[in-house]
């Protein structure tokens, strides 16, 4: 029972972080259309920077910082200079660039850096607090879910509470109708970019101290999990991608903890499969007739 | 156009089809004997990787479905030929009739796994397939060492296929497997552009343009799919089994993501839809590495700087290729040479009937347009 317990709470932690990197898929989806199969390379560029900032100044506070504007920034280069170029009749021109973009990213780290696994201590310690005489969260497993939970939060104010939210809701709904209200689509798309980029710097952030370290592929794995989430929830449904990175999240804790750790792809990919072919359009879909 | 015509049309065109391949399967059988052992060695690899390439550009090229994981289907061929080759061999059972056994276990293998993901496939739109592919991808690993049988992360050994008798004064083993390579790369590759150049194909390329209208005109996309999906990946796992018997071995550890994006490098550069531009582009990705990994270790450059170059200079050339053909020359290496061969061939011959295919995508016009294809 306490195993139980310690195993789904960690899950939970592990789960939101998934669950914010799938939220930048949907967000991006949501702006462009698209998916961005380079979201887990451009992060963990974003994240190698935020590694120097932490190096120079020794403050996670700034690191945290560095990450999110370097994942912005990333997020507006791509965009402006390689997306906005690419033959958009149909969505697969976008995806062959963005896995363009992945083999390009992910070697040069492989030639700046190596194939060593950068080690990061986590600011806050591993070992699981207890409640009562039952093992829970660890602090830093408690500062993810916080910070998770707070952007988490952000992002909602923001899309349904805010001009700027409208703005962009309008625009990927309704491009047409919202450029002869007056919205700036083209711009709307680049700051969903750049949300996005921000966001996904920030789960690869948080994820790198759980893990070995940081390496030119540290985050493609998150990247299966969060794909296999944002189709759980549907690539349209922010709840969706909450909920999905829960449940993920809490199943690969489960079956590492009482089966194998090598199982817990499988588990993934079963998961994902039949959810797939249950509901091919995730299930939190909604019924709008769409090509893509 | 009406059925008998189309029939005969797609008749003729098969002779042509069938007689050319002979044609080139013996040119490159001749050439094997101009090359050394590791030329020849690099011959039978791109030799499978073409089989694999010729049929994910068919998937890709023709029914838009983009598959990430078109390793994972090499993969399947190449276990299939194992797990029946190895008991054969283990039986006592040697020479050609163990090599036609593996083979129909590479055939089964892979069907069976293209023909699961065909009815995923035809079920998903773009990016789902694309991110269920890629998922399988990143399995294949934790599936090669969890289902007993498969050999764990050093995967299963390949019996050995030595130069048989009549053929052992001619010959070294690897020529010989460049033959075995070469055969059933011709084998695999041929059907895939009769079916292309036939009514199957026009079906594919209805069901691309536009699904509804394709439904309208009497053609199921689900079945054009599942039927696309299946033919890719048994000509993928044919490649498969041939790796698998060059390299005496198949594991996971070739087929990983980085492998499975070579495979779509080399159809997009080669252009989308075109079975020769795949044919270019399975030796681009194969020789380009050995040659940078030439290049940079003959530069005398430290040693540390020497590793990391090693595998990511080819990886990031590549991926800067990908991008640069898809934004700036998306009929890649078969569109560039389109134009000049479409006009020829509409000069030689009489206009087409309306076939089915939209101009939906301008991207796309160079590799959909159906005359240039069977002209090919």
Redesign the interface.
């Known amino acids: 029972m306490d195993r139980l317990v310690l195993l789904v709470s960690t899950g939970v932690a592990r789960g939101l972080v998934i669950a914010l990197f799938a939220l930048s898929l949907v967000i991006i989806w949501r702006a462009a259309r698209i998916v961005n199969f380079g979201q887990a390379a451009m992060a963990v560029v974003a994240v190698y920077v935020a590694f120097a900032v932490h190096a120079a100044t020794g403050s996670y506070v700034l690191a945290v910082l560095g990450a999110l504007v370097t994942g912005a920034l990333l997020g507006l280069a791509v965009e402006r200079g390689l997306m906005r170029r690419v033959p958009g009749a149909t969505p697969m021109p976008g995806m062959i660039v963005a896995i363009g973009l992945v083999m390009v990213l992910q070697s040069l780290l492989g030639v700046l850096f190596g194939p060593r696994h950068r080690p990061m201590s986590p600011v806050f310690s591993q070992s699981p607090l207890y409640v009562g005489d039952v093992p829970v969260l660890s602090r830093y497993d408690l500062f993810v879910l916080v910070v998770a939970l707070v952007v988490v939060v952000g992002l909602g104010l923001l899309f349904n509470r805010s001009t700027l939210g409208l703005q962009l809701r309008a625009a990927a709904v309704a491009p047409e109708v919202s450029r002869l209200l007056g919205v700036r689509v083209p711009r709307m798309v680049t700051i969903g970019w750049m949300l996005s980029s921000a966001v996904a710097a920030l789960a690869v952030l948080l994820l790198v101290p759980t893990e070995l370290g940081l390496n030119a592929h540290s985050a493609d794995v998150l990247f299966v999990h969060a794909f296999t989430v944002a189709v759980l929830g549907g690539l349209d449904s922010p709840a969706g991608a909450l909920v999905g990175g829960l449940v993920v999240g809490v199943l690969i804790s489960l079956v590492t903890g009482y089966a194998s750790a090598g199982l817990a792809p499988l588990a993934v990919l079963g998961l994902l499969t039949t959810v797939l072919l249950v509901r091919p359009g995730g299930i939190f879909a909604t019924k709008e007739a769409r090509t893509a | 156009m009406t059925r008998t015509t189309a029939r005969n049309g797609a008749r003729s065109s098969t002779r042509t089809i069938v007689l050319r391949a002979i044609m080139l399967t013996v040119l490159a059988l001749a050439a094997t004997f101009a090359l050394d052992p590791f030329r020849n060695y690099q011959l039978a690899v791109v030799a499978a990787t073409f089989c694999a390439t010729a049929g994910l550009t068919l998937l ?1 090229g023709l029914t ?1 479905q ?1 598959s ?1 994981g078109h390793g994972v289907l090499m993969a399947a061929g190449g276990y299939g030929y194992a797990l029946v080759a190895g008991p054969a061999a283990d039986a006592g059972l040697g020479g050609v009739g163990r090599f036609a056994l593996g083979i129909a276990g590479a055939l089964v293998l892979s069907a069976v796994v293209g023909g699961l993901l065909g ?2 496939g035809a ?6 397939l ?3 592919t ?3 991808v ?2 294949l ?3 090669a ?2 289902v007993p049988g498969l050999g764990k992360d050093q995967g299963l050994g390949v019996p050995f296929e030595a130069v048989p008798a009549p053929l052992a004064g001619v010959m070294v083993v690897e020529q010989w497997h460049a033959w075995i390579a070469i055969v059933v790369a011709a084998v695999a590759v041929t059907p895939l552009v009769v079916l292309r150049s036939g009514p199957a194909g026009l079906r594919m390329r209805a069901t691309h343009g536009d699904e509804v209208a394709a439904r309208l005109a009497g053609i199921s996309p689900a079945r054009v799919k599942v039927t696309a999906f299946v033919a890719s990946s048994v000509s993928a796992g044919l490649g498969g089994a041939v790796l698998a018997v060059v390299a005496q071995n198949v594991g996971p550890g070739r087929y990983s ?2 492998f499975s ?1 070579l495979l ?2 080399a159809v ?1 550069v080669g252009g989308l839809g075109s079975v020769g531009g795949a044919a270019v582009g399975a030796a681009l990705v194969v020789l380009l590495p050995w040659l940078v990994d030439t290049v940079v270790s003959g530069a005398g450059m430290p040693a ?1 700087l020497e ?3 090693s ?6 050339v ?6 640069a053909v ?2 700036a020359w ?1 009929g890649g290496l078969a569109g560039a040479t389109a134009g000049p061969r479409a006009r020829l061939a509409r000069r030689r011959r009489p206009a087409p009937a309306p076939v089915l295919d939209p101009d ?5 016009e160079p590799t959909s347009d159906p005359q240039p294809l069977t002209e090919r």
């Open positions: 890709v838009g983009l990430l009815l995923a079920r998903l739109r773009g990016p789902y694309a991110g269920l890629l998922a399988l990143i399995a690993p934790a599936v060492t969890q993501l980085a994006l779509l490098v997009v540390d590793q990391r170059l595998g990511n200079l080819a990886v990031a590549f991926g800067a290729l990908l991008v898809t934004v998306p939906t995508d301008p991207a796309q």
